[in-house]
C-alpha cells in the first residue's frame, strides 16, 4: 500500500475537495530558491540519483550526522552509491521530520517509487530512479511540474552567462530570471574578503572603485544589467537590519577606512591607530547600503525580499575545513522590531519603499512580521501604487518550511492580515528534485482550511474558498512579481 495517497495531508471532505479540484492542477511559480544557473544552461542530465538528490543538501546531511553518519558519507569522499546507501539507513530515523514527507513524495512523483526507502530498499530504488534520471534532464523536469518561472540567487558580479544562454535558447516555456543578491558589497568583518570583492565587482562594472560613490555607481550599473536580464527581484539574507544612523560622511569615511585610503578621517570615531572596523561601524555601513539598494529597487519597480534571522556558520571547525552552505546554521534569536521600523520608515519617508517580501527564520517573529507588513500598505509616493499586499509577510523559510511552521505562518497573516492576497510558496533549494515541496505547501494549506470550513469557521462555499486557493498557490504571485 502507498504511503504518499491521493488524500496525504488531507483529512476532512473540504480539504480533498479544495485539493483535487483547486490546488493539484496549479503551475508553479517558484520565484526564490538556489537551483544552478549552469545546470539550467546546460540542460542538465543527471547520472545517479546521489548528483540530483544528495549533491550540496544539507538538510540531508544535518539528518545523517544525527544518526551518527561518518562525514565522508556527506560531505567527503565516500562513492556516490555509498553516501546514497547511508541516506537510506537514516531515512526510517527521519519519522516526524519532513523530510521523511519529502523523500517519499519526491520518490513518487519523479519516479513512480511507492517503496519505503531504508536499508533493504536502497539498491533496487538507486538502480531505478538513477536509471529514469538519464533520460529526464531539468527541461523535461520543469515540464512536468509545469513550473512557468524560476527566479535564481545571483551576485552582482556575475557575468549572467548562463541566463544570457538562456534567453538565446529558453528552456521550454520555463522563463527564468536572475535575483540581485548583493550581500558581499556590504559585510566588512572580513575586510581582506571585502576588498577582493570589490575589485571584482568593479571589474564586472567597468568601474575602478577608489571611493564610494565608485561603489554605488558600479552597483548602480550591475542593477540595471540584471533588469536588462529580465530581474525584477533583489534578495538579502542578513541577520537583522541594523537599528542605526549613517550619513554620507561616516559612510565614507567607513568605506576609506575598509579600503585602505589615506582619505580616511581619523576623527570619526576611530581609535587612535586602529585600522580595525569595529561592529558599529560595520551595521553603521549595512545600514547606509540598504538605504542605497532600496532606493535602486524602488525606481526600478522591483521587488525586495529580505530573509533575516538566520544565524549561520556555527560551527567554527566544520567552516574551516568543510566551508559555509554545508549544514552548521541555526536560528537566531536577533532582535528584529526596531531595525525593521527604521528601515522600512525611512525607505517610506524618502519614497523609496519597493514591494517588499519580509520572511522571519525565528517563528517567534510571527507576529512582528506580519505586522510590520501591515505597517507600510500605504501606497503613497512609492513604487507599484495601489498593489494589493504591497509587502508581504513571506512564506515560512528553511527550518521552517514544514507543516507546523506552515501553518503557524498563514494562521498568522490570516489572524493579522489577508491571507487572501498571500503569494504562496517558494522553493528556497539547490535541487531539481524539490518541486513537490509545493504539492506538500498546498496540502497544509487546503488541510488547514479544510479543518476550518468543516469546523464552521469558513463558510461552505468552494468557490470563495477555492478562489483563494488558487490565488495563493499561483495566481498571487503572478501577478504580484509581474515578470
Known sequence: MSFITDDFLLDTDPARRLYHDHAAGRPIYDYHCHLPPPDLANNRTFDNLFEAWLEGDHYKWRAMRAHGVEERFCTGDAEPIEKFRAYA??????????????????????????????????????????????????????????????????????????????????????????????????????????????????????????????LLDALSKRHAYFH???????????????????????????????????????????????????????????????????????????????????????????????????????????????GLKRYLGTLAKRGHLPQTVLYNLNPADNHLFATMAGNFNLNIGASREGRPAKMQHGSAWWFLDQKDGMRDQMGTLANLGLLRHFVGMLTDSRSFLSYPRHEYFRRTLCGMLGQQMEAGELPDDFDLVGSMVEGICYGNAEAYFDM
Open 89 to 214: 539507513r537514516t531515512v526510517p530515523y527521519t519519522l516526524g521530520n519532513p523530510l521523511y514527507h519529502w523523500t517519499h513524495l519526491e520518490l513518487k512523483r519523479y519516479f513512480g517509487i511507492d517503496t519505503l526507502l531504508n536499508e533493504d530498499t536502497a539498491d533496487d530504488i538507486w538502480n531505478e530512479a538513477s536509471r529514469q534520471l538519464q533520460n529526464m534532464p531539468v527541461g523535461d523536469i520543469l515540464k512536468k511540474f509545469d513550473v512557468r518561472l524560476i527566479g535564481t540567487t545571483d551576485d552582482p558580479a556575475d557575468n549572467l552567462e548562463h541566463h544570457q544562454a538562456l534567453q538565446a535558447k529558453p528552456l521550454g516555456d520555463t522563463k527564468i530570471v536572475p535575483a540581485f543578491r548583493p550581500d558581499k558589497a556590504y559585510f566588512l568583518h572580513d575586510p581582506a574578503a571585502w576588498n577582493a570583492y570589490v575589485d571584482k565587482l568593479g571589474e564586472a562594472a567597468g568601474v575602478k572603485i577608489k571611493r564610494l560613490d565608485d
Open 228 to 338: 536588462e536580464m529580465g530581474s525584477r527581484l533583489s534578495d538579502h539574507g542578513l541577520e537583522n537590519l541594523p537599528d542605526v544612523e549613517c550619513s554620507d560622511a561616516d559612510a565614507r569615511d567607513i568605506f576609506d577606512r575598509a579600503r585602505g585610503s589615506a582619505a580616511a578621517d581619523t576623527a570619526s570615531g576611530w581609535d587612535d591607530g586602529s585600522s580595525d572596523i569595529s561592529p558599529l561601524h560595520q551595521r553603521k555601513f549595512l545600514a547606509y547600503m540598504m538605504l542605497f539598494f532600496g532606493k535602486l529597487d524602488a525606481q526600478a519597480g522591483w521587488t525586495k525580499q529580505l530573509h533575516l534571522g538566520a544565524m549561520r556558520n556555527n560551527n567554527g571547525w566544520a567552516n574551516e575545513h568543510l566551508g559555509p552552505d554545508t549544514g552548521f546554521d541555526s536560528i537566531g534569536d536577533f532582535p528584529q522590531g526596531p
